[in-house]
């Protein structure tokens, strides 16, 4: 006599999670990103509040102290006696032009090396890691000889073309990565169309890389802004100045008066700040393009 056994049907228990579940993953990249927000504000806060305190406040007061009454003749005590006009005019004429210029000869470069295939193609894209890796300063004694051959000493376009050449192989490597992500079949349709590589490049693959090349615009205008090396050698005259020679110029002639110095350094990144929050928002794009595949 067989017997028939029933299957067993287990009970499972199931563990409900809490209505509101503590993300402590989250509230610990909270805590990191604000204690890296007080690390970073607290030089420029320092440099503020001196910047509007009169000489007895800067030494009798703690460093963070908000002064009673602002003394805000210590900007235009800087501007009366630096030379911050003509040298931020001269840094805005150069990073006007050499980054514009400069992205769009690295854009081409890395349309040409991510979309037409010929040989050696992957070995000259490998110079360009190769070359963003040289140091400024062991080309310093020959680009001097070489600006001085070309009577461009004192000149903004002694600078640019060496800035050109210095920031072409980053901007490639970078671009060339962003392009190589663009769908090929983008390039079919524009073959199909009749349309050339010209075209291809200029009506599809430039709009579409508007995040990068606005991360690259930002990143660019603020190193060109900020260059010092190359403008000590070859910009030798004060009316030629950058920003970054007109700061060092003031501060030698002005070490003890700390509160327009300070007013001095905050004018000077006015600019830089500006040109960032324009392109806020492409730069946060641009930087996590192709973090996530769609």
Known sequence: ??????PRT????????????????????????????VIWAMPMVFVFLTSIKS??????????????????QNYAEALATGNLMTAGGNSLLIALVKVPVGLFIAAAAAFALSRIRFKYDTLILGAFALGSMVPIQVALGPLFKTILDMGLLNNPLGVILPYIGFGLPMQVFILH????????????????????NLRLFLQFIL????????????????????????????????ASQTVPLAIQSFQSQFTSSYGPLNAFTIMSIL?????YLLFQRYFVQGMFTGAVKG
């Open 1 to 6: 006599m067989s017997t028939a056994t029933l």
């Open 10 to 37: 287990r009970s499972r228990s199931r563990v409900q999670a809490p209505k509101n579940p503590r993300d402590y993953v989250r509230i610990g990249l909270w805590i990191a990103l604000a204690i890296v927000m």
């Open 55 to 72: 000489e007895a406040d800067i030494f009798s007061t703690s460093s963070f102290a908000i002064p009673g009454a602002p003394e805000w």
């Open 177 to 196: 990565g962003f392009f190589t992500q663009v769908p090929k079949e983008i390039d079919e349709s524009v073959r199909v169309d009749g349309g050339g």
């Open 207 to 238: 709009p579409l890389s508007k995040p990068a090349l606005a991360a690259l615009f930002i990143l660019d205008f603020v190193a060109t802004w900020n260059e010092y090396a190359i403008a000590l050698v070859i910009l030798q005259n004060k």
């Open 271 to 275: 600019p830089v700040l500006i040109i």
